[in-house]
């Protein structure tokens, strides 16, 4: 089981209201704002294929979720998420590693974390250094979009 980040990299300009509709389920409303979604979850590959042409995605490692757990999650409030919050509210005493272990495996799922405060996703800078490729080509035709495996974990570090 992979647990995928998406990441939106293009604005609504030009998007169609289904493209659209399946942005917003998959809470991705602006640019630079990404989401964490396993892949056994029901129809997240056919909402991926729709919206390949509006954001990029791939399998999130240990390393970069606990970096990214710490520097851009979010709680209710806009208060940034800690290893105490994580043990008051959550009951893991092991804190923000801990949460990154049980979403790797399986154990919880983050957008069903919205209930206990956390927010459902993140909302990222544009990565420094820029883009290396064009925006608006798919991954494997040296552009930016769509399914780009491990790939994605240099262009998570670059953006938080």
């Given amino acids: 089981m992979a647990l995928y980040i998406v990441v939106r990299l293009r604005g609504e ?11 917003n389920l998959l ?7 990404a989401s964490l979604y396993h ?3 029901p129809g997240i590959e056919g909402m991926l294929r729709k919206v390949q042409d509006w954001a990029t995605w791939g399998e999130i490692d240990r390393e970069t979720l606990i970096e990214l757990l710490y ?13 105490q919050w994580v043990a008051e509210k959550l009951g893991l005493y092991g804190g923000i590693p801990e949460l990154a272990d049980k979403l790797l495996s399986g ?3 983050y957008h069903k ?8 996703f993140f909302r990222l800078h544009p ?3 820029g883009f290396k490729k064009t925006i608006k080509r798919h991954y494997t035709n040296n552009g930016e979009l769509g399914y780009r495996g491990s790939a994605i974990n240099e262009l998570i570090r670059r953006m938080l």
């Fill in 13 to 23: 300009s030009g998007a169609s209201p289904d493209t659209e509709k399946t942005l």
């Fill in 27 to 33: 809470r991705l409303r602006r640019r630079f704002a």
């Fill in 71 to 83: 520097k851009r999650g979010r709680i209710v409030g806009d208060k940034p998420l800690t290893d």
């Fill in 127 to 129: 990565p420094r250094g």
């Fill in 113 to 120: 974390l919205e209930e206990a405060g956390i927010k459902p």
């Fill in 39 to 41: 892949d056994s979850l």
């Fill in 107 to 109: 154990e919880l799922h």
